[in-house]
């Protein structure tokens, strides 16, 4: 009988999710901001509609997954190279001065404690947990503008990605650190960080070492499987047979990734996006995903964010902290990544747009605070400040974005530091919608 | 860690169900073939590479969902009308002749046993378990061979249907002749059904009148969806929200139907189908809910059948009974359904067509026999005749159904009983692919 609850469950989901979203597009919000309040609304926290269950949690993971691999196959390689230096100075920045910020937060509430000292760890987890920008929203708020294949758009989208990377890192530094090295933290790594592990090098530098790994391993699979596409496309354009490959390419790296290299499984649905995102029916395929995430697994996954909170449950303490919380993290990646943007020749305006599309965090957040719980370094009463994180900046950030290109459109770089050919920027222009 | 082996199924499940889909469409058999046997060979009776679990099975069950759904889309309700009778007839025939086999069967193998004795309801339920045609996969098959809407896929469909009602009223009939009444069923059977037989009509009378009940509830809310949609439609043709609120009211048709009314919820669905089959905009959602189909949910559900078998646990005993079984229950419907058909003026060739085309079990056919575990009526070794009987008449089905209508195509039913105008033939003729 499960079935007919999730029948019930995926009907209220849609309804409201599309209500909602055509309500903030109306106010001249975005739709995902609709479809989050969509999810408050029917959750625990207000009429108590829907109950988070696991095929749900399931079926949002696919959404994301979903969502990323579309952002991959939306990128254009040759902007991505423009924005590698940039954007991984400005991830570094951007993970650095909230983790920073968030580690002292925690001390100005707690009291300080000494270097090492277990309180200090629980408040460098506090840090941690702020470190990962979570791209999603913002892809979806700049597909919605028509502004994710510009440079900005690029930039934001790299830097998030290569931000993830770090954040994992930072969070297997401050556990390893705070515990016994690989001992409580291997069974999560993969397997390829777990051999490293025990061979005896420390857990920071097997992370490392696997991080690498999987982008060399990346590599070599997106040579070859780009040139069996590139070829099956050419014989077979516009049939099935094309993106169904492509969604199983997408569920393949996004699996290898996590279990083997231990890195995020988004990060390997945008890696699989990327490897076909030059070949010709790469917009073919986008536009099928499409289908499938607008349809179905979007709202769900955005809906499902705010079925998992309960406002009900705050007191007033956690809730002062949650405030100040959520305020050093958003402010943390304005200040860190705006600054490195603006330091990096970007318009003061489109800074400021770079640090608010850092701004978002999702369910990696979730997942690094799961993750703490897990190793006793977090307690539960601060995942509701995660939550309410993830709530805030996913609502604020397609709505700031949206005002923010409103009042300034995007600055011409075509003389930037890395000249670009003009016709690849008219091309990348006249891709985006 | 959950949702890393559901990404790794999901990858295996599209490749292999495509790999072998397009093999199976070389051999010039039909896709869906080629789809269970990727389960089969992904599963436990062979390669062990995917386990069956809950959220593949809701996969799985959305994929049914929406086959049905798109089934109902594709309806010609002039069509409908025209075949409703006869339909009802075949649907009737073809549920008492393999009911009444199937009885004899199990009596042959086992000895038989006297009328309302434990011994008798075992055999009789053997019986029950071989009356409802699974329509989707037939549904599939017709629709590749593009005759889903030409007369004898509309026969067939809806005949089906008719026979799950049936097939539904005959379950209930027998559960509540073997035991307590309204004590050891009523939890599953809707709330309608409930409340009827808690007012002490008895069990049979209660199940028809919550049917009833439910198909006035259908036409009811199908009247004033049609509507709304209608309007909405023709403001905002060919929009995100079209097929969406479609999509949603596939899914809360699907619920209603089955947790208030006890009908089964793939029922809802190609109900909900019916009921936006006129709409203008009919074909766009169809289109939109085909890609949602073909990329994840129908591989998940055609692999799934064989993800449930396991061909290694078949002993001497129960191969034999099974091999009986698969026959007397194929044997069943095309001599039931076949020969109504053929008597009710359908040509020799047509009437075979019928019949095969009514012989596949599916999910229905699962649905009956895990009821029968739960109230004690089925040992759990005849689940594997069960599982047999559905791979077999999946994999034979669209086979023969492929080889019939290249040997004889369709007979021309234009001074047929019940006469159309020309135009409507030459329209269903033209919507076909």
């Known amino acids: 009988m499960d079935i007919l609850d999730l029948l019930r469950s995926l009907a209220i989901i849609i309804i409201f999710a599309k209500f909602f979203g055509l309500l903030a597009r109306k106010c001249k919000a975005p739709q995902v901001a609709g479809e989050i309040i969509a999810g408050l609304m029917i959750g625990p926290s207000l009429l108590n509609l829907v109950q988070d269950s696991d095929v749900i949690s399931a079926l949002a993971e696919i959404g994301v997954i979903i969502l990323m691999f579309n952002a991959g196959l939306g990128t254009d390689l040759r902007q991505l190279m423009k924005t590698g230096v940039k954007a991984t100075i400005i991830a570094t920045v951007g993970v650095f001065v909230p983790l920073i910020l968030g580690t002292v937060l925690y001390m100005c509430f707690y009291g300080f404690a000494a270097v090492g000292s277990q309180e200090f760890y629980k408040a460098l987890f506090i840090g941690t ?5 979570s791209v999603s929203i913002t892809v979806q708020a700049l597909r919605e503008l028509g502004k994710l294949k510009g440079l900005i758009g690029t930039t934001i989208v790299s830097a998030a990605i290569i931000d993830d990377v770090i954040g994992i890192l930072v969070l297997t530094f401050v556990i390893g650190l705070s515990s016994n090295p690989s001992s409580s933290t291997s069974s999560d790594e993969g397997i390829v960080t777990e051999a490293i592990s025990s061979t005896g090098v420390s857990d920071i530098l097997g992370v490392a070492m696997s991080v690498v790994l999987f982008f060399i391993f990346a590599v070599g699979v997106g ?6 596409f ?11 047979r094309i993106p169904i490959a492509g969604l199983a390419l997408c569920f393949a790296m996004s699996y290898i990734a996590e279990r083997v290299f231990g ?7 945008y890696v699989a996006g990327v490897i076909l995102c030059s070949i010709d ?10 289908i499938n995430s607008y349809m179905l697994f979007g709202p769900i996954f955005f809906c499902s964010i705010g079925l998992q909170t309960n406002i009900k449950e705050m007191n007033l303490g956690i ?4 405030i100040a919380f959520v305020l050093i993290a958003l402010l943390g990646k304005i200040i860190g990544c705006g600054l490195s943007a603006k330091l990096l020749g970007f318009t003061g305006e489109d800074s400021i747009k770079i640090g608010i599309g850092m701004m978002t965090r999702g369910e990696v957040a979730l997942i690094v605070a799961q993750k703490g719980l897990q190793v006793g370094m977090l307690s539960p009463e601060y995942f509701t400040s995660v939550i309410l994180l993830i709530i805030v900046s996913s609502i604020l950030t397609p709505i700031a974005l949206k005002l923010l290109y409103e009042r300034h459109g995007e600055a011409d770089y075509t003389d930037f530091k890395h000249p670009v050919k003009p016709d690849v920027l008219l091309q990348a222009k006249a891709a985006g919608k």
Do not use: P
């Open 281 to 290: 029916d790469s917009d073919y395929i986008a536009r099928k995903m499409d």
């Open 319 to 322: 809730l002062w902290f949650s």
């Open 263 to 269: 890195v995020a499984d988004i990060t390997g649905a």
């Open 223 to 228: 040579i070859i499987t780009y040139k069996i």
């Open 129 to 133: 947990i702020m470190t990962a920008t």
């Open 230 to 240: 590139e070829k099956v496309d050419q014989r077979y354009r516009h049939t099935r």
